[in-house]
């Protein structure tokens, strides 16, 4: 027997029971309340702040139906960004599909870091070239748009498709001043330099068992190869041809992944290599700048 079955077009489900139907089928936690809230929200457009409110309130059948077919599709596992078509980075509504990575919060410390870096002038009138490698849904160029409109932005992506999701918030938010490039990494960008280089690249090993809850996700954007270094190595050894004298490189990693990234930082020439922790305490972004003669590690 279905979710729904016991309800009639004479007695259609409620709101509340819509709720606690789709929580039990998830897990009966708190995770599975906010998942369902979320995607009944999504489905009636309304806030996860009204649902309360009109708990009471009937639901057609057709919602019924698209509700439940959405749990389903959570229960088996896909993320509820994909099932939504968006996800929050930034206070910026992106739209997210399977051709790009879901935005986590951890990497709004990447745009952080970037701000600090370069603060804005009073005047506003310093010319900043910054550079998303990588850029997916264009979740860490946008952001830095959003802040610094009078910086010039670029961001690249190897994958058409996910470009072109990046272009589509663009367009959306009003951020005309991104340059969006199709390319793997610094190939389209030869004789071009910049004042800040962001990536948020590949960093989970081949063989690591997380992949299997990431399935959903595109698997290139998650895995480089073997050992997950394999992205940061490059970044780190081409960037240089790509940053102005005191250019800064700002890189998300794995929480294991803090050390190598600084001694790679390190013997390739940089200075001032930094590592900044997240919100959950973990080794998440190291950062370091080029062509100062003042040397440093984590």
């Known amino acids: 027997m279905g979710m729904v079955d016991h309800f009639t077009e004479a007695s259609p489900p409620r709101l509340q029971q819509l709720l606690t139907a789709g929580r039990m089928r998830l897990g009966n936690d708190a995770a599975a309340r906010l998942d369902a809230e979320v995607l009944l929200a999504h489905v009636l457009r309304r806030s996860r702040s009204a649902l309360i409110a009109e708990a009471e309130r009937p639901v057609s059948a057709p919602e019924a139906e698209r509700f439940h077919a959405l749990i389903a599709r959570r229960h088996a596992g896909e993320p509820v960004a994909y099932l939504t078509g968006e996800r929050e980075f ?32 009073p005047a506003r009138t310093a010319l900043v070239r910054a550079l998303d490698l990588g850029t997916g849904s264009g979740a860490i160029a946008l952001a830095l748009a959003s802040e610094r409109p009078h910086w010039r932005l670029t961001a690249s992506d190897r994958s058409a498709a996910a470009l072109q999701v990046a272009r589509s918030n663009a367009q959306r938010l009003g951020l005309q001043r991104v340059e969006f490039v199709l390319g793997d990494w ?70 294991e992944q803090a050390h190598a990234v600084a001694a ?9 290599v930094r590592c900044h922790r997240d919100l959950a305490g973990h080794d998440r972004i190291t950062e370091a700048q080029w062509g100062t003669c003042v040397h440093g590690s984590i």
């Open 264 to 272: 790679a930082l390190v013997a390739t020439g940089y200075a001032l």
């Open 90 to 121: 930034w206070s910026l509504p992106l739209s997210v599909d399977p051709a790009v990575l879901i935005p986590r919060a951890e990497t709004e410390l990447v745009v952080e870091r970037a701000l600090a870096l370069l603060p804005a002038p």
């Open 186 to 255: 610094f190939a389209p960008l030869a004789g071009k330099r910049f004042e800040l280089i962001c990536s948020n690249p590949p960093y989970v090993a081949a063989g690591d068992s997380a992949l299997a809850a990431l399935r959903f996700e595109p698997r290139s954007a998650l895995t480089p190869g073997a050992t997950g270094l394999e992205a940061l190595r490059h970044l780190i050894a081409q960037a240089p041809d790509h940053l102005e004298h005191g250019g800064w490189l700002v890189l998300e990693h794995g929480s």
